[in-house]
């Protein structure tokens, strides 16, 4: 069983700051992928970034990158830049087998 | 990448009625899910579409009300039955790609009501 947790039920930032969002993680699995996905008030679910629990490099996809520490067991989301447009519901998760568990969230409001 | 549809978008329903949502996605995909995100709420499985088989669903999770059907790659139906208030969600469907990890695609989610 996987279980996934998000403590900051909601972040604040000021518009071209960075911020960090949260996320650990309990997984019993050998081998498991932790991902970040971001959902605006529209409802739809965009992926933002993905990260192998045997990849050494943390994974960066443009403004986001994810702070992965094995041995804390974490996998925090850095955003660099805040936008206007980041402002939404973040859900931390990890896949085991294909099957996503999802945190409970952190809702980001950017600041202008 | 994969492109993925859903019908209806929204829906209000009656208490006691059923509604079946369709995913359509525009390529062949190995495994689709289907998810439901109560209202302030995160994501939770419901199930995995099997082609050709049986759905897999989760603890909590029964065939008898949400009956899913996945005639082929493309293609499944999440059927949610008997339908009461505590069913107000949205439902997403998602699919597992062949990429080079497990990223997974969601569709746009159907948003229901139940009076």
């Known amino acids: 069983a996987q279980k996934i947790t998000q403590t900051q039920p909601g972040m604040f930032v000021q518009e071209k700051e960075a911020v960090t969002l949260d996320c650990t993680y309990d997984?019993?699995?050998?081998?498991?992928?932790l991902f970040w996905y971001k959902q605006p008030s529209s409802g739809e679910m965009i992926f933002l970034i993905y990260q192998g629990s045997y990849d050494e490099q943390n994974a960066t996809e443009g403004r986001y990158s994810l702070n992965f520490q094995k041995a804390r067991k974490s996998a925090n989301l850095v955003i660099s830049a805040s936008q206007l447009g980041d402002s939404a519901m973040y859900f931390c998760?990890?896949?085991?087998?294909?099957?996503?568990?999802f945190g409970q969230g952190t809702i980001l409001t950017v600041h202008p | 990448s994969a492109v993925i549809s859903q019908k209806p978008s929204r829906d209000i329903c009656q208490r006691g009625t059923s509604l079946t949502i369709q995913c359509q996605v525009d390529?062949?995909?190995?495994?689709m899910f289907w998810y439901r995100q109560q209202p302030g709420q995160s994501l939770t499985l419901i199930a995995t579409?099997?082609?050709?088989?049986?759905?897999?669903?989760e603890s909590g999770f029964v065939i008898d009300k949400f009956p899913i059907s996945r005639p082929n790659l493309t293609f499944s139906t999440l059927t949610v039955s008997n339908m009461s208030p505590e069913d107000s969600s949205i439902y997403l469907c998602?699919?597992?790609?062949?990429?080079?990890?497990?990223?997974?695609?969601f569709g746009p989610g159907t948003r229901l009501t139940v009076l």
């Open positions: 998602s699919v597992l790609t062949s990429g080079r990890y497990d990223e997974q695609f």
């Open positions: 390529s062949q995909v190995t495994m």
């Open positions: 579409a099997n082609q050709g088989s049986e759905a897999t669903y």
């Open positions: 997984t019993s699995d050998q081998s498991y992928g």
């Open positions: 998760g990890s896949t085991s087998y294909g099957k996503l568990t």
